[in-house]
């Protein structure tokens, strides 16, 4: 089979090039530029370098074709403005979302030769063809499990794609690049949003949003008690970086009209634990609703899925009573949804009292 290859240079999409050529598929690797480091190089390094040494190296030692594909305008027209959007809205983005369904699986089939019957990757998830469609199943590793990151792929996207390390926990494939002699297979594995490389997050809004000063207003008494540079610097529940004496202090709620953030010392009394909440814009990977009401959601990437009861309003909107009240919900984010093994899809989070 003639498989594109997404490779970063980092363990897993080296173990993912691996096994399929292992397996005897005609494989191709592509490495996709969209870091930002054009715009922002003076704010930090982006590793784009390092990736690319290892890229090199990976595909040298195994005598694959590598090419190197442009896609930075379409990941700023796709995934950086929505993300400057959300947060601009007071929301809480997921650029890693959004870079799977619109470009991993989005542009990059656009830009490849039909021929390629498969594009693959070194994500965590797997895929199992079933009543006539295909769908998105979770793996072994609970921990390193991405199906959340892929909620938003259509049944055209999953159906293309392709999984290696579907059978495999990460010490498993660590092991696999050790056997291989990857370059890689010591090299540690990356963090945060991939855009940013080494750039730290408040900059880069920072770079994109400027500062807009507002009052920080303490929760009980509405008292101005200090200045912040930007609603959109903080997230509910923040400690660090409110630079108020007498605390701790944490950010209880944000008024983005006014541009406040409202704080107290009391937070797990005052945060908002929420058991009900509605779900828009809801992608079913397979194409159909589910079957049961009750279900397994997923508020964030992580092992911890918590029971839910699902009431559909429409085909693409549900509400979602949680067995367990979450403190962490927040409009813009997104809730995926699980029955067994199936990542069945999932949507953002809206709030009617959106300010």
């Known amino acids: 089979m003639k498989i594109a290859v997404l490779v970063s240079g980092g363990v897993d999409s080296s173990v993912a090039l691996a096994l399929l050529q292992q397996q005897g598929h005609d494989v191709t690797a592509y490495y996709l530029k969209i870091w930002l480091e054009d715009e922002l190089q003076y704010l930090g390094s982006c590793p784009w370098e390092d990736d690319l040494d290892y890229v090199y190296a990976t595909c040298e030692q195994l005598h694959v074709p590598l090419v190197i594909l442009n896609l930075q305008k379409e990941y700023f027209d796709r995934v950086v403005a929505y993300t400057i959007a959300e947060v601009k809205r007071g929301h809480t983005p997921n650029p890693d979302m959004m870079c799977n369904e619109r470009i991993k699986f989005g542009v990059f089939y656009d830009r490849i030769d039909p021929s390629f019957e498969r594009v693959a990757t070194g994500h965590y998830a797997g895929t199992e063809s079933r009543n006539g ?30 999984f290696p390390l579907q059978p495999y ?5 660590r092991q696999l690049a050790k056997d291989f002699n990857l370059p890689a ?41 200090g200045e912040h540079p930007g609603f959109y610097f903080y997230t509910i529940g923040q400690r660090h970086g409110i630079r108020l004496s007498g ?12 541009n406040t953030i409202l704080v ?10 929420r058991s009900e909440f509605v779900v828009d814009n809801i992608n079913w990977i397979a194409g159909q609703t589910p079957t049961t009401s009750e279900l397994m959601i997923k508020l964030r990437h ?9 009431t559909l309003r429409s085909a693409s909107a549900a509400t979602v009573k ?22 069945l899809g999932g949507g953002t989070i809206t709030d009617d009292t959106d300010t």
């Open 133 to 162: 469609s295909t769908w998105l199943t979770t793996t072994p590793d609970p921990i390193k499990d991405q199906t959340y990151f892929l909620a938003q792929l259509s049944q055209q996207q999953i159906h293309r794609a392709q």
């Open 169 to 173: 926990t990460k010490t498993q494939i």
């Open 185 to 225: 297979a010591e090299r540690k594995d990356s963090q945060g949003i991939c855009f940013l490389g080494k750039i730290p997050y408040d900059e880069f809004l920072k770079f994109y949003l400027g500062e807009k000063p507002g009052a920080i207003v303490e929760f009980e008494t509405g008292k101005t008690i």
């Open 247 to 258: 605390g701790p202090w944490y950010v209880v709620q944000k008024n983005v009209v006014q």
């Open 264 to 273: 107290s010392k009391q937070y797990d009394r005052l945060t908002r634990a």
């Open 302 to 310: 992580g092992p911890q899925q918590t029971a839910a009861t699902i």
């Open 322 to 343: 949680l067995q367990q009240p979450d403190a962490g919900i927040a409009p813009g984010q997104f809730a995926v949804f699980y029955d067994g093994q199936y990542c």
